[in-house]
């Protein structure tokens, strides 16, 4: 259209400035400087007539004015060449077809200006100095003026004319809308589709020029795209249409053009910005109504929804359109540049997270092929990992860790072509089965980057350990670089790294959750028992990098002459190595996978004693080669170093890992059957030792515990007991004592029989094991006492026995049982029947007497009776409890003091069943209880965790948080108690404390800055000092990951603090912790040497 009315307007161009014609556009906008907010508060009748009056004020401008002449002419020429722009008789069309030919006539003349201006040469002399402006350049002002032309332009002559659920609703946007939606005429000519089609066609036109299309697009992009959908997709009807109806209807080459249209100015406009108009011109499911109904009148037609559908899928499979989709819809929610200040808000939306992950995972309907669609989305969806801009890397990375499992999952095989094979290419690349190029490959050469080796870990953790998803794909990808993963945890361990814990994290996470042997095969490379596991390449090294990272170089091969020193780093590197994969087991040992471990190594060392007794016959070699002889030297050299290497590993696990290595009885039961496999490997070997003896004792002594009533024990334990009874009868037929082949002979009778049938000698052998564990008799309980159920059942095997069988067996067990500890629990029992009732019941009544030397007494009677685990008195415990609780309000010391002592011993006898309803009184609201009942109750608990000694570990998490419950009380002396008693419990949690710290340690920052009361905050800084005190060189391992937080939380005390006592505590946890750092920077010296007795 602009080329029809070139010839016409160039004179009047000449003398036609933006001025005049922006002059003109306010004119038609605000008549009298009242401004366009003047009338979005206005009515039907009014603003028709202000729009009349708008347009009269125009006209008259242009008939009476002189200086208008020239922007008249030019309207003029435009006008007769826009022969869609027909008058009306509806003010609406009329107001908006003068707009457009005036917006026009701006185009036309910033073309102009444009072609005609010729910038000078640029002063050298002062070349700070700007260029000059275009003279078709905008001002502020102007700006807002063509916007605000623009707003009325696509306000009358789009939006009215849009069909229900495409687009947003005019009533819903503002009140001006739902006025002028009921003022515009759309039965008067021309037909609504034509005004439609116009006003879209000529926007399109004017957004030609570079500076008018920004303003159109950046604010009005989604109606104009929904006045094309409708004008070039909406379905029309399929019958002949009249004459009359068909100027109604656009023609196909009209149609054709609005389509063509749509996907220019969507491939031309910022993608996320159309990825989000889209979405919203799709619309959301029906929302339900206020009569509970599904409401389908404002939603998106099914074409529309179609439609849209198919362009976003366009959008999402151009180059970079899996970022366009993204920032589509995450930047109008807080994250990227149109909403900054709320991306911390959008972190926490993950829903919206996952559900643009599910988009980019599912493949559409317009892709040629699922593979084809993931090969190209694939790279985008990892690129996502990477972005720069720290203000959306956290959402995008969401996405991108989402979309990676989501893929992995439902197409495994895409995943592990076009996602894993990419993240684990650096680290494939230095495999020992991978074949490096020869060429250019000279020492030095950086196989890998510094920047390929971190982001590859970095993007291991975000997908395997971030996203914490144990599929079998991700499993199975990661397990042939296990071995280089762990050669460069290594590495990381000898100096410093930003990627070792990111290491260790992954390690630890792939270990847990493996299946059991694939696991402990994993641990054999780490180890290296297994020569066939994949490893690091033995060309290939690490090399510490300029910025803070590693490379992987290629190595030098080793001379003649370095082979000492090469022998020497090897020896070395394997000894660091098992040293850190010792480490690495004991986090292990919660998941049982260092149990399992070591039951392995306890198999090889089995092995190990058998090859080492039947030792190495040579041969003689003399129809052999020397090649051979060579061969067979090199075989034995091989076999002793992996019996040295399975030795050192064993010792090593013995040392670092706990007694708490076995969480299960599975675990047990193949510890006891791994070292009577032992035993029986040297029976077959004729070579009994001492030691030998010992460990057979100590493993039947403990299936015996087990078999005693130490545990409850199901079927399905006695069907893995069974894996015992080939082995307990080669015991009971190959062992030259006794005792033992006895022993071993009831053991089986036990287990075949399902602990149906149990002879004396079982309950023997439990009752040694344990009096040998705690030789004071001061067994701890964990659901049932071992000791009590051992002694009393050997005393029901005693009293059906013979006296003869007992003489007979007497002198044979002497070494599995002491005779004190049958007749203590003899005596323990007949003491238990002595108890009349009629004496419980007075002593109980007692309880509840006035005089408070009596009740004290009785207190402490039921106290001693409980300590003595009095079986009449332990059956009423749920009674006791009540008594003590009762008895803790009493305002006298020595009462409450024995109720007190009463608590925590019923406590020790039963701590599952009364630790918890002390907790509840403890935790309990202050108009149940008063603040120094509540506090005597915290008194029995930390009794009780004394008593309880490491068992305290089991229930770390309800006192933990019981107490840090009570640090949020109302009651100042209550929070203050309960901050004295969560410092106690964690210097007996010592090492058990594991993550609670993290807790722990917010607590105390919150309580020593923000609490009113000084002695609360004083409570806080002493748990602190008592913190350093009670772990003192251990703090650096305990208090590892909030040690730098509890520093800067006493620096901060000690400088803004106002309480002296409070900086006083400070400064003595300041002192505490530069004695401590300082031990551990500097450790004393100890000339000592470690001597290690090779088999």
Not at 160 to 170: A, E, M, T
Not at 514 to 530: C, I, M, N, R, T
Not at 631 to 657: I, M, N, P
Not at 796 to 817: D, E, M, T, V, Y
Request: aromatic residues 6%; charged residues 25%; hydrophobic residues 40%.
């Amino acid at each position: 259209m602009a080329a029809h009315g070139e010839p016409g307007g160039r004179g009047a161009l000449e003398t036609c400035g933006l001025e005049r014609i922006l002059e003109a556009l306010k004119l038609l906008l605000s008549p009298g400087g009242s401004g366009s907010s003047s009338l979005q508060i206005t009515k039907h009748d009014v603003l028709l007539a202000t729009l009349q009056s708008n347009l009269s004020a125009l006209e008259e401008k242009f008939l009476k004015d002189p200086h208008w002449k020239t922007l008249k002419d030019l309207r003029d020429e435009i006008a007769g060449t826009a022969e869609c722009l027909q008058n009306s008789v509806d003010v609406t069309w009329t107001f908006t077809s003068q707009t457009l030919l005036l917006l026009l006539c701006l185009k036309e003349a910033m073309l102009r200006l444009a072609a005609g201006f010729r910038p000078g040469e640029p002063n050298r002399s002062t070349p700070e100095a700007a260029p000059a402006l275009s003279p078709d350049t905008l001002s502020i002002s102007q700006q807002k003026t063509v916007q605000s032309v623009l707003q009325f332009v696509v306000t009358l002559g789009i939006c009215p004319y849009l069909l229900p659920g495409v687009g947003v609703p005019l009533r819903c946007r503002t009140d001006f809308g739902a006025v002028v939606q009921d003022v515009v005429c759309v039965n008067a000519p021309p037909d609504v589709t034509r005004r439609l089609y116009t006003t879209c066609r000529l926007l399109l036109n004017i957004a030609q020029h570079a500076s008018l299309g920004s303003l159109i697009f950046c604010r009005h992009l989604g109606d104009i795209a929904a006045g094309l959908c409708q004008l070039g997709f909406c379905p029309t009807k399929r019958k002949p249409l009249k004459p009359v109806e068909e100027a109604k209807v656009l023609k196909e080459e009209e149609r054709a053009l609005c389509k063509g249209a749509l996907r220019d100015i969507l491939d031309q406009v910022y993608q996320p910005l159309a990825v989000r108009e889209l979405l919203i011109l799709q619309g959301g499911p029906p929302q339900p109504g206020p009569d509970g109904k599904t409401q389908f009148g404002s939603r998106a037609p099914a074409w529309l929804r179609r439609l849209c559908g198919q362009l976003l899928s366009e959008r999402l499979m151009r180059p970079s359109g899996v970022q366009a989709v993204v920032r589509g819809i995450l930047e109008g929610a807080g994250a990227g540049a149109a909403g900054g200040t709320d991306a911390e808000v959008m972190a926490a939306d993950w829903k919206k997270c996952d559900s643009i992950a599910k988009i980019l995972a599912s493949c559409p309907q317009q892709s040629l092929s699922p593979e084809s669609y993931y090969k190209d989305i694939c790279p985008q969806i990892l690129d996502l990992f990477h972005l720069p801009d720290k203000l959306t890397v956290r959402q995008f990375q969401r996405v991108a860790t989402t979309a990676f499992i989501t893929i992995s999952r439902e197409r495994p095989q895409l995943a592990a072509e076009y996602l894993l094979q990419p993240v684990l290419a650096p680290l494939h690349r230095c495999l020992n089965t991978a074949e490096l190029p020869e060429r250019d490959m000279g020492p030095g050469t950086i196989l890998v980057t510094e920047e390929e080796l971190s982001r590859c870990i970095e993007d291991v953790f975000k997908v395997y350990v971030v996203g914490n998803e144990p599929l079998t794909v991700l499993l199975d990808s990661l397990l042939p670089v296990l071995g280089v993963l762990f050669s460069l945890y290594c590495f990381t361990k000898q100096s410093v790294s930003h990627i070792r814990s990111l290491c260790q994290e992954i390690l630890l996470w792939t270990l847990r959750n493996l299946e059991k042997k694939k696991a402990v095969a994993s641990l054999k490379g780490f180890a290296g028992l297994d020569e066939r596991a994949p490893s690091l390449h033995s060309l290939c090294g690490f090399r510490a990098a300029n910025h803070g990272g590693i490379n992987i170089t290629i190595q030098e091969a080793v001379s003649e002459e370095d082979e000492d020193e090469a022998l020497y780093q090897k020896v070395s590197s394997e000894q660091c190595q098992l040293e850190h994969l010792g480490d690495l087991l004991v986090q292990c040992q919660e998941c049982g996978l260092a149990g399992d471990f070591f039951i392995f190594c306890l198999k090889e060392l089995t092995q190990v004693a058998v090859e080492n007794e039947a030792g190495f016959q040579t041969r003689p070699f003399s129809s052999k080669s020397l090649l051979e002889l060579e061969q067979h030297h090199t075989l034995l050299a091989d076999g002793q170093a992996r019996k040295l290497l399975v030795l050192q590993l064993t010792a090593l696990l013995c040392e670092r890992l706990s007694e708490q290595i076995f969480t299960n009885f599975t675990q047990v039961v193949d510890f006891v059957g791994a070292t009577l496999q032992r035993a029986c490997a040297s029976l077959a070997q004729q070579a009994e030792s001492p030691v030998e003896a010992q460990t057979l004792s100590m493993a039947m002594g403990l299936v015996a515990v087990m078999l005693g009533g130490a545990v409850q024990l199901k079927s399905s334990d006695f069907a893995v007991l069974k894996q015992l009874l080939p082995l307990l009868e080669r015991v009971s037929t190959t062992y030259l004592d006794p005792v033992i082949q006895e022993l071993a002979d009831d053991l089986r009778i036990t287990i075949a029989t399902h602990g149906a049938f149990s002879t004396e000698a079982v309950s023997v052998a439990a009752q040694s094991t344990l009096n040998k564990k705690d030789p004071e008799g001061k067994i701890e309980a964990n659901q049932e006492r071992p000791t009590d159920v051992a002694g009393s059942h050997l005393e029901q095997q005693q009293s059906n026995a013979n006296s003869s069988h007992q003489a007979g067996r007497k002198p044979a067990h002497a070494a599995l049982i002491p005779q004190e500890a049958s007749k203590a629990s003899t005596t323990v029992k007949q003491r238990s029947q002595r108890i009349p009732a009629e004496e419980l019941q007075e002593v109980l009544l007692s309880a509840y007497d006035r005089q408070i030397p009596t009740r004290a007494a009785a207190l402490r009677t039921l106290s001693h009776w409980i300590e003595q685990r009095e079986g009449k008195v332990l059956e009423i415990k749920e009674k006791l409890l009540k008594i003590f609780l009762e008895n803790l309000e009493h305002e006298d010391t020595f009462v409450y003091l024995s109720a007190i002592q009463g608590a925590a011993l019923l406590a020790d006898a039963y701590p599952e069943k009364i630790l918890v309803g002390l907790l509840a009184q403890y935790d309990s609201r202050k108009d149940k209880h008063t603040p120094e009942t509540r506090m005597k109750v915290g008194e029995v608990l930390m009794r009780i965790v004394r008593a309880l000694g490491d068992m305290v570990a089991k229930y770390r998490e309800p006192l933990v948080h019981t107490f840090l419950r009570g640090t949020r009380d109302p009651d100042s002396a209550h929070r203050a108690s309960s901050l004295s008693n969560l410092g106690e419990l964690c210097q007996r949690l010592d090492f058990l404390l594991g993550a609670m710290i993290h807790e722990v340690t917010a607590c105390l920052t919150a309580v020593a800055k923000t609490d009113r009361d000084v002695q609360v905050r004083r409570a806080a800084i002493h748990v602190i000092v008592l913190l350093f005190r009670g772990l003192s060189q251990k703090a650096t391992e305990v208090l590892r990951d909030v040690l730098k937080d509890l520093y800067h939380l006493l620096k901060h005390v000690v400088r803004l603090e106002p309480d002296d006592v409070a900086r006083l505590h400070a400064q003595l946890a300041l002192e505490e912790l530069d004695e401590i750092m300082r031990n551990f920077l500097f450790p004393q010296q100890k000339l000592e040497k470690k001597i290690v007795v090779l088999p």
